[in-house]
């Protein structure tokens, strides 16, 4: 992003000029979906779309913030002795759930400061918007005071502000991937250790495609805690034999000679599910090692299949979507990406099939489901970091 026009917009709204510029990316998980609540690995990355941020620090205690995204909701000031949530103050309790608990991990944070800030993430895409605000604070707080956070405790400190501030039950994966992401890699997460490794993922010769159904994911939550009682459903079946804390600790042969331990066909599809999925990730991270790109793109299609059949959380629009993916030439794999029951599906695809993609797959997805898909052309990107400034006015 070229930094001219925020900061001509912080110019014009504080009288004077930024002093520093930050960045935090959205991210994609591609492989390992609903896998981290059964104890298993997600495999995301941080994309080149984000949000950015220019700031300069203030002599008094007020903060000021205002997002070129939300202009009607304008300057949004608060002080830094009031640090609580506040339904008025929209998209900034974010970013003031942040300040708050930085403050309370023991950090100081002497006087307040004014920030503008641009994002490019697709509203509504499910591509992790809310996690790069919270990201984007706190390396901001932490560029703009001198603060030695460590990494890890400010992705920590942003999953506290998503379920504790804000008020939304999610996992840390989010967070981890804004702020751990490394150019041209995926990192392999295991959710409940927190352990993780990076992988290359080399796209010389082709593109991340981001496809976004533009369908609203109402049935995303009730869905979600459904599944989620019907994994601990099938735990509690398989514990009954198997010494096991979680579905992830299972390889796909110990899960095929135990699976009539679960006697509803429906709770067993979905403990399947959970457990071919972990497998498929980890074998992602083999496969892409030895420079497979071929193999992960079929990982790739059978995880969308496995969440369509046996997780059955995909809906009309992904399915069409990805289904539509499939039948076109230069396809390595697709999948739906996120909670499901619509949001965004990713595709890898080669570069010079790109334009051709989106125009069929674009077309047939019109035809079938009356409104239009999005397309972003997305790269892998690092993770939250201050910009230099010199280099971005």
């Known amino acids: 992003m070229n930094f001219t026009t925020l900061n001509k917009t912080f110019l014009d709204l504080f009288h004077v000029l930024p002093r520093q510029a930050f960045f935090a990316p959205g991210r994609i998980n591609l492989i390992g979906e609903h896998t981290d609540y059964n104890g298993g690995h997600v495999f995301p990355c941080a994309i080149t779309y984000g949000t950015y941020a220019v700031a300069r620090k203030r002599e008094d205690g007020l903060i000021r913030l205002f997002s070129s995204n939300f202009p009607d909701k304008g300057i949004i000031e608060f002080n830094l002795r009031q640090l609580n949530y506040d339904k008025e103050h929209n998209w900034a309790n974010y970013p003031k759930g942040m300040i708050r608990y930085i403050i309370e991990a023991g950090y100081e944070i002497p006087t307040g400061f004014e920030c503008a800030i641009h994002g490019n993430i697709p509203n509504g895409a499910g591509l992790s918007s809310s996690a790069s605000i919270e990201l984007l604070t706190g390396v901001l707080v932490s560029g703009l005071f001198g603060l030695d956070i460590p990494r890890l405790e400010l992705i920590k400190l942003g999953k506290k502000v998503e379920n504790e501030f804000i008020g939304v039950n999610s996992g840390i994966m989010d967070q981890f991937a804004i702020g751990m992401g490394m150019k041209d890699a995926g990192i392999l997460l295991d959710c409940q250790t927190l352990t993780f490794e990076y992988a290359p993922i080399h796209l010389k010769n082709h593109k991340i495609i981001i496809m976004n159904t533009n369908k609203r994911r109402e049935?995303?939550?009730?869905?979600?805690?459904?599944?989620?009682?019907?994994?601990?459903?099938?735990?509690?079946?398989?514990?009954?034999?198997?010494?096991?804390?979680?579905?992830?600790?299972?390889?796909?042969?110990?899960?095929?000679?135990?699976?009539?331990?679960?006697?509803?066909?429906?709770?067993?599809?979905?403990?399947?599910?959970?457990?071919?999925?972990?497998?498929?990730?980890?074998?992602?991270?083999?496969?892409?090692?030895?420079?497979?790109?071929?193999?992960?793109?079929?990982?790739?299609?059978?995880?969308?299949?496995?969440?369509?059949?046996?997780y059955e959380v995909t809906g009309l629009e992904l399915?069409?979507?990805?289904?539509?993916?499939?039948?076109?030439?230069?396809?390595?794999?697709?999948?739906?990406?996120?909670?499901?029951?619509?949001?965004?599906?990713?595709?890898?695809?080669?570069?010079?099939?790109?334009?051709?993609?989106?125009?069929?797959?674009?077309?047939?997805?019109?035809?079938?489901?009356?409104?239009?898909a999005d397309f972003y052309v997305a790269s892998i990107g690092d993770g939250a970091k201050e910009i230099e400034m010199e280099a971005s006015v």
């Open 219 to 310: 049935l995303a939550d009730s869905k979600y805690n459904e599944r989620r009682s019907e994994c601990e459903t099938a735990l509690a079946k398989l514990q009954q034999r198997l010494p096991i804390e979680a579905l992830g600790q299972l390889s796909v042969e110990e899960f095929d000679e135990n699976q009539s331990l679960i006697p509803n066909e429906i709770v067993r599809k979905r403990a399947k599910h959970a457990v071919y999925e972990n497998v498929r990730t980890l074998k992602a991270l083999e496969e892409l090692r030895a420079g497979n790109i071929e193999e992960f793109g079929q990982l790739m299609n059978q995880s969308h299949i496995s969440l369509r059949d046996d």
């Open 319 to 372: 399915d069409s979507l990805v289904e539509a993916a499939w039948n076109q030439p230069g396809v390595l794999g697709a999948r739906m990406t996120g909670a499901g029951f619509g949001g965004c599906a990713i595709a890898i695809v080669e570069n010079e099939a790109v334009n051709r993609f989106i125009a069929n797959v674009g077309a047939t997805y019109r035809d079938k489901i009356g409104y239009e």
